[in-house]
């Protein structure tokens, strides 16, 4: 029929049947443009709407489970966390949250894994196969990858002393993967403030938004090879943080390229707003952290977060939950996966 192009594989079987119940009863052609239009539109708003309940009867222990696996692998390293944080930024800039930053490479496509931000440096891999473990062992077949992340991602700012919120979910997992997209939709610590405004507003995030996401850099580490230039050649940086990061960062290239340094000088492992207050005093350790206090437009909100902790913890949580809306495959587009690594 002509007008099953109306209704994809995506169309509900409730949806369909008022549809032909309505076609049925009516030759009138504009009644059926009508149902079409609202039927299209009907559609392409419930299938972007992601919700909080949406695992509430299919999966009622997810959060639990989730919670649990994720507190013991920090138990075990503290850094995990932030990995865990990471790992949802990474996925959701390319191409949506959806999964895809989990595939392994395939005869059909390299995935993201070894992209320049990822390579040797994105983490956790293990930890959100035994999530997915767990959380199959509950319910089967049920909870996307993408959506196991974006909890995991929350549970480690909460564990972390942050703030917590409401993890909207219903997101389906990819099955492909881009290296290409990672390399150039993830910004890199060498990016200028212009270059992080544009690489956020390209996702449909604000200035606000990056400004606020950024303070996941109160957590976790960062390899020499990625601050190397900032701590042996700019100026805008305290001369004694410097010297000090340069004890275990060599200026010579390919010397001590994995050697880690606290992305937050004062309180490495703590979600809280350090990290502006070290902008404000020049001790931000990337070029791109330093870049959003170096007199530019960011400045302002830089100095709020850096005195106002409560405005951070609700701007980086609306920051989170808008980043967790990010192209989500829903509806029938995607699939479950059930190894996080693989498609089925
Ligand atoms: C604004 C642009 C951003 C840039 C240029 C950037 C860059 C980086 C770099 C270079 C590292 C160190 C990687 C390494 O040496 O292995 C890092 C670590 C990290 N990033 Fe970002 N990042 C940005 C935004 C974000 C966002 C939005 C989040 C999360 C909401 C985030 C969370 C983290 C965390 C938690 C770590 C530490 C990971 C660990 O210890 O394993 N970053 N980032
Ligand atoms: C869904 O589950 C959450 C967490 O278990 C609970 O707080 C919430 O009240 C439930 N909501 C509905 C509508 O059932
Ligand atoms: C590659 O794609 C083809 C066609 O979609 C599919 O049949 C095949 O299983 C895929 N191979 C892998 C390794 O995923
Ligand atoms: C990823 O890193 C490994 C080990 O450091 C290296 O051998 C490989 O060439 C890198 N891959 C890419 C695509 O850069
Ligand atoms: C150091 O900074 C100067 C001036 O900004 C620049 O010309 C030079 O290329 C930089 N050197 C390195 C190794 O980054
Ligand atoms: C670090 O290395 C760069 C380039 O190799 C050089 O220009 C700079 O003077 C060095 N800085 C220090 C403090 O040694």
């Not at 990474?90 to 959806?98: I, L, M, P, Y």
Request: net charge positive; charged share 15%.
């Amino acid at each position: 029929m002509q007008y099953s192009m109306f209704c994809s594989s995506t169309c509900s079987t409730s949806l369909w049947l008022i549809f032909t119940k309505t076609m049925a009863s009516s030759s009138s052609s504009l009644v059926f443009f009508v149902v079409a239009y609202l039927l299209v539109v009907f559609l392409g708003s419930s299938n972007a709407q992601l919700s909080t309940t949406f695992y509430n009867t299919s999966c009622p222990n997810l959060f639990s489970t989730v919670k649990s696996v994720v507190q013991s692998a920090i138990n075990k390293e503290t850094r995990m966390g932030a990995s865990l944080l990471r790992l949802f930024f990474h996925d959701c800039f390319v191409n949506g949250c959806d999964g895809s930053v989990l595939l392994d490479d395939t005869s059909n496509f390299t995935g993201e894994k070894t992209a320049a931000p990822n390579n040797g440096s994105l983490r956790g891999f293990d930890v959100i196969d035994q999530i997915k473990t767990a959380v199959e062992k509950a319910c089967p077949g049920v909870v996307s990858c993408a959506d196991i992340i974006a909890i995991t991602a929350r549970d480690s700012v909460v564990i972390a002393g942050g703030p917590t919120w409401s993890v909207k979910l219903g997101r389906r997992d990819a099955t492909t993967a881009s290296r290409t997209a990672a390399n150039n939709n993830i910004p890199p610590p060498t990016a200028s403030l212009s270059a992080l405004i544009t690489s956020f507003q390209n996702q449909g995030l604000s200035t606000t938004d990056m400004v606020a996401l950024s303070g996941a850099h109160t957590i976790g580490q960062a390899r020499c090879t990625t601050f190397r230039t900032r701590i042996y050649n700019e100026s805008t940086i305290d001369a004694s943080f410097a010297q000090s990061r340069q004890s275990n960062c060599p200026n010579a290239t390919n010397s001590g390229d994995d050697n880690l340094a606290p992305l937050d000088v004062k309180t490495p492992n703590r979600f809280d707003n350090g990290y502006y207050t070290n902008l404000v005093n020049q001790k931000g350790l990337l070029h791109s952290d330093q870049q959003l206090f170096s007199g530019g437009s960011t400045n302002a909100l830089v100095q709020t977060y850096s005195t106002k902790p409560s405005q951070f913890n609700s701007d980086f949580v609306t920051a989170m939950i808008n980043m967790g809306d990010i192209k989500p495959l829903t509806g029938s587009n995607g699939e479950i996966r059930k190894n996080c690594r693989k498609t089925n």
